[in-house]
């Protein structure tokens, strides 16, 4: 499971694969070696694995009673204290698992949902992660109640706190009529935000969880942006402005990763990010080009993009960490790929010059969006010339009986307002 950092005093837990009995074992071994990643996240120590191919999963135990039995051993032998499972259990499974157990089971939504309110840092994010929780929480109090009334909580146990151990149904549906009541205002102030940048040429980094997102905006816009070579080691947003050197700034957005089985009710809540996709005018998509896994994980961030109906935004593919490829599996994968992911660019962070054929991209495709006008207007009008530098490039300028008279590449929607604009002559020409 390769080596896998934990903390003093973490957990210890052992993992439970149920493939179908058709997986190749390479895949199987994958999606094992992701979840061990995942509970690495969380905290957790793994200290073994139980594994049973099915054709159909037991109604009972999702396992069978032998593989029941074999993970009892299992956890005793190894003083763990938590089962975690890659697929996801009914309620009832859960319980009757932890029952034969005698200790807990946790799925690999749970899981997931546990790191999201781990990483979780700002007030949204925090709220978002809450709404997550309390809605896998409804149909589970029973079995919840159990893992909620540990003193110091544990995997699985963070989140919305201790006011939770005693809640029931009626308590949680109040709590999120009142979480959602919020993320329904901070949801008004971001779009008046949104608003007040829209004509900013928008870009939205998009991937798989540890695909380099966040690397790639660090470098691009020279700030200091969290990096950690771990799953999900980013959840907020980030946006930043990246000069390009070319025709004005770009705003670029850093979302959270997405990653196979991800929670369909956790997507949902997680509605500023699918906002900053709806609002972008391109999405780079991130693909780590090292990964064997690299298509499953494509088509796993495509299942997300349909399912939250930004799949129709204009995408250019990444393909990132070439670093880490030899020469002929770079020129194999070019090869490969060009055929069917559409337009594409590869690069690395490590490398110098790594980031020069995404930034040349980039500036392409702001240009795309530019027409070029000529405006006359007032010497004393600051304003108008200063907007021409920020937000496009200014070919010529001169000036012509008292008034500046400037040629100037501009965002469609800039050069549309200034034509409404009084004192303002502006003369519109073909698109750059």
């Known amino acids: 499971m390769g080596d896998l950092t934990v903390k003093k005093n973490a957990e210890r837990a052992i993992l439970v694969g149920a493939p179908p009995f058709d997986m190749p074992q390479q895949v199987v071994d994958e999606h094992l070696e992701e979840l061990a990643r995942l509970a690495n996240t969380a905290g957790a120590d793994v200290c073994g694995m139980v594994v049973q191919r099915l054709r159909t999963p037991n109604a009972s135990t999702y396992i069978g009673k032998g593989k029941v039995e074999q993970l009892s051993r299992a956890l005793k032998e190894h003083d763990a204290s938590l089962a975690i499972f890659d697929e996801d259990l009914s309620p009832a499974q859960g319980v009757k698992l932890e029952k034969a157990l005698g200790t807990r089971a946790m799925d690999r939504t749970e899981l997931i949902l546990d790191i999201f309110a781990l990483r979780a840092k700002t007030s949204e994010s925090k709220l978002q992660v809450e709404v997550a929780q309390l809605q896998y929480m409804r149909s589970r109090l029973k079995r919840m109640w159990t893992h909620l009334s ?59 969880t540890n695909a380099g ?37 770009i705003l670029l957005t850093d979302t959270v990763g997405f990653i196979r089985k991800l929670p369909h009710h956790l997507i949902a809540s997680f509605r500023a990010t699918l906002e900053e996709l709806l609002e972008a005018d391109l999405l780079l998509h991130v693909i780590d080009a090292s990964s064997p896994n690299w298509e ?9 993009l ?67 006008v000529r405006v006359s207007f007032p010497v004393i009008d600051g304003r108008t010339l200063a907007e021409a530098y920020r937000v496009g490039e200014v070919l010529e300028r001169g000036y012509e009986a008292g008034r500046m008279m400037i040629t100037a590449r501009v965002p469609t929607a800039v050069a549309g307002r200034w034509r409404e604009t009084n004192g303002l002559i502006v003369e519109v020409f073909d698109a750059a």
């Open 296 to 304: 499953e994980h494509n088509e796993a961030v495509n299942e997300v």
């Open 213 to 249: 997102k966040s690397s790639i905006l660090r470098e691009l816009s020279g700030s200091d942006v969290f990096v950690e070579d771990r799953l999900f080691a980013t959840l907020d947003s980030a946006t930043r402005i990246c000069d390009l050197e070319g025709p004005g700034p």
């Open 306 to 372: 349909v399912a939250s109906g930004v799949n129709e935004r204009p995408v250019l593919f990444v393909m990132n960490k070439i670093d880490r490829l030899t020469h002929a599996e770079e020129q194999a994968l070019r090869s490969r790929t060009a055929a069917f992911l559409g337009p594409q660019v590869f690069t690395s962070v490590i490398e110098r010059g790594g980031l020069d054929s995404l930034r040349e991209a980039l500036q392409a495709a702001m240009r795309a969006r530019l027409v070029t």
């Open 150 to 208: 540990r003193e110091g909580g544990g995997i699985g146990a963070r989140g919305p706190g201790e006011q939770q151990l005693e809640t029931d149904r009626r308590l949680i549906d109040r709590r999120l009529t009142n979480l959602r009541r919020d993320l329904r205002q901070m949801e008004k102030r971001r779009a008046t935000q949104r608003k007040a940048r829209k004509e900013q040429f928008a870009v939205a980094l998009v991937g798989y």
